[in-house]
């Protein structure tokens, strides 16, 4: 037994994956929730997006183009004007909310995209239902 101890003590495991140090490893997450989820046409629907998790200067969130597709065939884009990147200075901003009119009922798949350089860092998406208002029905008569 004596012999085999050096070569078990000498024996090092194999390399795992690298475990994240602190925070700044962690990508954020983004959610989405809106309000209200069920409306009658017309109807205002506020949608909020919220980056959860990760470090405030992770760089690939930092100083989004923000893009809303609201399901109804419209888009809607946000392009901000930043200063550089400052690794442990610039922070990403967590929180997105804007509104929508939807004119007609039906179900609307909401979609939030991040992106940087025309590429699409992180998304989300929600669906609504929008019922028919008493614009939306015909006139009897």
Not at 6 to 34: C, E, Y
Not at 44 to 69: K, S
Not at 109 to 128: E, F, G, H, W, Y
Request: with cysteine; aromatic share 8%; glycine share 8%.
């Amino acid at each position: 037994m004596a012999c085999l101890l050096p070569a078990v003590l000498g024996a090092q495991a194999a390399p795992s994956s690298p475990v994240p140090k602190d925070d700044k490893a962690r990508r954020p997450s983004l959610s989405l929730r809106a309000h209200p989820m069920v409306s009658f046409s017309p109807a205002r629907i506020t949608v909020t997006g919220d980056l959860q998790g990760g470090a405030n200067d992770y760089e690939e969130f930092y100083c989004p183009t923000v893009e809303w597709d609201w399901g109804d065939g419209t888009q809607s884009e946000v392009r901000s004007d930043c200063e550089p990147f400052e690794s442990g200075k610039s922070e990403i901003k967590r929180r997105f909310t804007t509104d929508h009119v939807f004119r007609e009922g039906g179900r609307y798949r909401i979609t939030l995209r991040l992106k940087r350089n025309d590429k699409v860092v992180t998304s989300a998406n929600i669906t609504v239902q929008v019922r028919a208002g008493l614009r939306d029905m015909s006139d009897p008569y």
